[in-house]
């Protein structure tokens, strides 16, 4: 069964970097592009961009252009989201979703990684 | 860029049928898919392409989308659809995806 497996709780001051691996199995990795979603406390969710995962082009949402990249390690069926100089507000549960077609239907989803921010 | 609300909060008591909305200008043209977050869990999607129900998602669940408004229609409603639920679409225009803010389903 198509399972995506994330990384664990992370915590870090600010400026820091942290990187969020999302591990992929029971499906071909490279047929399915791969979304991140963050989740800030209490609040709803937002997506934050996706990667092909055939050619490792990423494609970010307005808000998320920066200090956010998405990579790849195809050899482990492996996506990462790595975000630099970290902010308090970056606090949030981040979220890999693999794309299922073309009209972005998330059909499976990743359990989800917290990263807290704090001094 | 493409908008879609919620509302917050619908409140529904066990048996009865719970609808929540999703308004966007012409959503009629679009596909509607739609997922559950159970507090502290990740979303799964429970409607897919306005009415399409997964595998392994009960009858309850079903959805339409006419006009300006998408619904997601829960039947039957028990304590365990107690949840977040979000509309979300794929906006061609700008190549990018749209969740709605979320409503929270309160089982009295």
């Known amino acids: 069964q198509v399972q995506l497996v994330q990384s664990g709780s992370e915590l870090r001051k600010p400026g820091a970097s942290v990187k969020i691996s999302c591990k992929a199995s029971?499906?071909?990795?490279?047929?399915?592009?791969l979304s991140w979603v963050r989740q800030a406390p209490g609040q709803g969710l937002e997506w934050m961009g996706w990667i092909d995962t055939n050619t490792g082009d990423p494609i970010f949402a307005q808000a998320f252009t920066g200090r956010f990249v998405f990579s790849l390690d195809t050899s482990v069926n492996t996506a990462y989201l790595l975000i630099n100089t970290l902010k308090a507000e970056d606090t949030a549960v981040y979220y890999c979703a693999r794309v299922y077609d073309s009209e972005s239907t998330l059909d499976s989803w990743g359990q989800g990684t917290l990263v807290t921010v704090s001094p | 860029s493409y908008v879609l609300t919620q509302p917050p909060s619908v409140s529904v008591a066990p048996g009865m049928t719970a609808r929540i909305t999703c308004g966007g200008t012409?959503?009629?043209?679009?596909?509607v898919h739609w997922y559950q977050q159970l507090p502290g869990q990740a979303p799964v999607l429970v409607i897919s392409?306005?009415?399409d129900r997964p595998s392994g998602i009960p009858e309850r669940f079903s959805g339409s989308n006419s006009g300006n408004t998408a619904t997601l229609i829960i039947t039957g409603v028990e304590a365990g659809d107690e949840a977040d639920y979000y509309c979300e679409v794929w906006d061609g225009t700008t190549n990018h995806v749209v969740f709605g803010g979320g409503t929270k389903l309160t089982v009295l």
């Open positions: 012409n959503i009629e043209t679009m596909s």
């Open positions: 029971g499906y071909t990795f490279r047929n399915y592009p």
């Open positions: 392409y306005d009415t």
